[in-house]
């Protein structure tokens, strides 16, 4: 805008510059009779007039060319270079410098937001980090009472085959125990122990004062032979250990031979009731084979029919022995917490103890996990936990019903394995009258061969 008005006041001078000059000369030619009457009255002063303008208008263009050329150059090294130059270098400076100092102000800013960002991010982590990595009390019981539940799992593997083994040698009269000698030698064993052990002189109508005259100073052991909900139903964990740890536990002496424990001693008592209480009688080696070693077949029919007898029952024991075997002793480092639990119901130590014994069992343990802890009201006021907490405690009693159910498949091959032993046993008589009817319809009987 400003050039344009500067160009726009230099082309107005410089027209009424050369009108001005123009009519000065015209005035002095015409002898001061007027520029008007020059151009329009005096036909001699408009001739010269002519003239005059024909030969200065080379000498007009040049003096406009040059006025313009001086009144640019006047611009650009007076006004814009003096003046205008600096004074808009002056501007850039400041505009730059306020630029610049927004820019920091901006900057700043964003500096301040990222920074605020950057610890809210922090700090949302940290309080992520806080409620989720924190376990509570009530998920570290999970932990505490899962603890050597695998071992005292595999010791009720170990007890379940020690007893299986105790009792087929028993059937068997194996030399290696008390009915080695036969029938006899195990009904005299017998007696002897329940004389010297779980005879109550008061039963059979205070008839046993002489039978045991000495009765087991052990009240407790009184018809613990016969009693299966006081031996082995209502306790939690029974003494019953057949490791090399267990043996050295149940005696004095290293070096002298193992001593059952008294739980041991009644478990075996009460199965020998339960199971082949009148023992096979024992067969000759003559009624098996003659002098010559060879089989005789009669002989060894009834022998093969006892073994057969003896398998289908340990069916049964296994059943048995299974169950006994859950209640044997697990391993120490359960124990405290376990008491600890078992407090907090308002239970002594000595009721403790006699709940879940000094080495609870795997039974034990699982009936903590699985019944005890929901029965006490900490575990709900706990729920109101962080929900990762919570999902963690999810996942473990998740866990535990595994191994629940678990336990109940085996318990259910168990039953399994028995019913179709019935139903075997069961079918044996049918079976042999059709084998019998079969055999009729030839003339001969087929011989029986042995390798």
Not at 10 to 32: F, R, Y
Not at 155 to 184: H, K, P, T, W, Y
Not at 225 to 233: A, E, G, P, R
């Amino acid at each position: 805008i400003i050039k344009k008005y500067l160009l726009f006041a230099l082309v107005s001078l410089s027209v009424m510059t050369l009108m001005s000059a123009t009519s000065k000369k015209s005035w002095a030619q015409c002898n001061g009779t007027g520029f008007w009457c020059c151009f329009n009255c005096c036909g001699k002063c408009a001739s010269e007039a002519v003239r005059i303008s024909d030969a200065e208008r080379n000498i007009t263009k040049q003096y406009i060319t040059d006025q313009f050329i001086y009144q640019r150059q006047w611009l650009v090294t007076q006004v814009f270079n003096n003046h205008l130059l600096p004074a808009l270098m002056l501007f850039t400076e400041q505009m730059t410098a306020m630029a610049m100092n927004q820019i920091t102000d901006i900057g700043m800013l964003l500096d301040a937001k990222h920074q605020l960002e950057t610890q809210r991010l922090f700090q949302t982590m940290s309080a992520e980090a806080h409620k989720s990595y924190q376990p509570s009390e009530g998920m570290c019981t999970f932990g505490t009472v899962s603890r050597s539940l695998a071992a005292s799992d595999r010791n009720n593997d170990l007890s379940a085959a020690v007893f299986s083994a105790r009792m087929i040698q028993r059937e068997l009269l194996s030399g290696d125990n008390l009915a080695g000698g036969g029938r006899s030698s195990d009904i005299l064993s017998r007696a002897k122990q329940f004389q010297d052990l779980y005879c109550n002189p008061k039963d059979n109508g205070n008839g046993l004062s002489k039978f045991c005259p000495n009765p087991s100073a052990d009240k407790t052991r009184y018809n613990k032979d016969i009693n299966y909900t006081s031996l082995i139903d209502s306790p939690l964990t029974l003494s019953l250990d057949f490791t090399a740890q267990g043996n050295s536990a149940h005696q004095s002496n290293k070096h002298a031979p193992s001593n059952a424990s008294s739980d041991e001693e009644d478990v075996i008592a009460l199965a020998s009731n339960l199971y082949a209480h009148t023992l096979p009688p024992g067969v000759a080696p003559s009624f098996l084979t003659d002098d010559q070693g060879l089989f005789k077949v009669s002989g060894l029919t009834q022998y093969m029919n006892i073994r057969a007898l003896t398998a289908k029952r340990s069916v049964a024991r296994n059943s048995f022995a299974a169950i006994t075997a859950m209640k044997s002793e697990g391993e120490t480092q359960v124990q405290p917490y376990l008491y600890a639990i078992m407090k907090e119901f308002g239970l002594s130590n000595q009721e403790i103890t006699d709940y879940l014994g000094t080495r609870p069992s795997y039974n034990a343990q699982m009936e903590i996990l699985t019944k005890k802890l929901y029965q006490n009201p900490t575990f709900y006021t706990e729920l109101y936990d962080k929900p990762t907490n919570v999902a963690r405690k999810t996942v473990s009693m998740q866990a535990i019903e595994l191994m629940q159910r678990r336990d109940i498949y085996r318990s259910t091959l168990r039953s399994e394995a028995i019913l179709s032993t019935m139903l075997e046993t069961a079918l044996s008589d049918p079976q042999e009258a059709v084998s019998n009817e079969i055999l009729r319809l030839d003339d001969t009987e087929a011989p029986i061969t042995l390798p």
